[in-house]
């Protein structure tokens, strides 16, 4: 697991500047609050699995996550699924499952053909 902090769409370039690490990894989930915004960001710019969590945690008119929430379902970028708010324990289980598919099958991507003896 590695950890980005603070990496949030009102500072575009701070997520950038670790856009190789996010390129690499096999799965990302994305904790955002307020709009909920990073999800769709990074689901435009990765060809991983984004897990969108919308955290509670906020100020304005975040509605307790609801806004997050909502903004992160109606999003156009794919390859995203979105998990109830605060629900980072989920989103643990659901990246640990991408992660163990993808070390079972080795480095073939997901729906490649692979012969099997």
């Given at each position: 697991?590695e950890?980005?902090?603070d990496?949030g769409?009102?500072?575009?370039?701070?997520?950038?500047?670790?856009?190789?690490?996010?390129?690499?990894?096999?799965?990302?989930?994305?904790?955002a609050?307020?709009?909920?915004?990073?999800?769709?960001?990074?689901?435009?710019?990765?060809?991983?699995?984004?897990?969108a969590?919308?955290t509670?945690?906020g100020?304005?008119?975040?509605?307790?996550?609801?806004?997050?929430?909502?903004?992160?379902?109606?999003?156009?970028?794919n390859g995203?699924?979105?998990l109830?708010?605060?629900?980072?324990?989920?989103?643990?289980?659901?990246?640990?499952?991408?992660?163990?598919?993808?070390?079972?099958?080795?480095?073939?991507s997901?729906?490649e053909?692979?012969?099997?003896?």
């Amino acid at each position: 697991v590695e950890r980005i902090y603070d990496v949030g769409v009102a500072g575009l370039h701070r997520l950038l500047a670790h856009l190789d690490r996010l390129m690499e990894a096999k799965v990302i989930i994305a904790v955002a609050g307020m709009e909920g915004a990073l999800a769709s960001v990074l689901g435009g710019l990765v060809d991983k699995p984004v897990i969108a969590v919308p955290t509670s945690v906020g100020y304005g008119a975040s509605m307790n996550g609801l806004s997050a929430l909502l903004t992160m379902i109606n999003s156009c970028a794919n390859g995203i699924a979105v998990l109830n708010i605060d629900n980072g324990y989920g989103a643990g289980y659901m990246a640990t499952q991408i992660n163990r598919l993808a070390e079972r099958d080795g480095n073939h991507s997901f729906g490649e053909e692979t012969e099997h003896e």
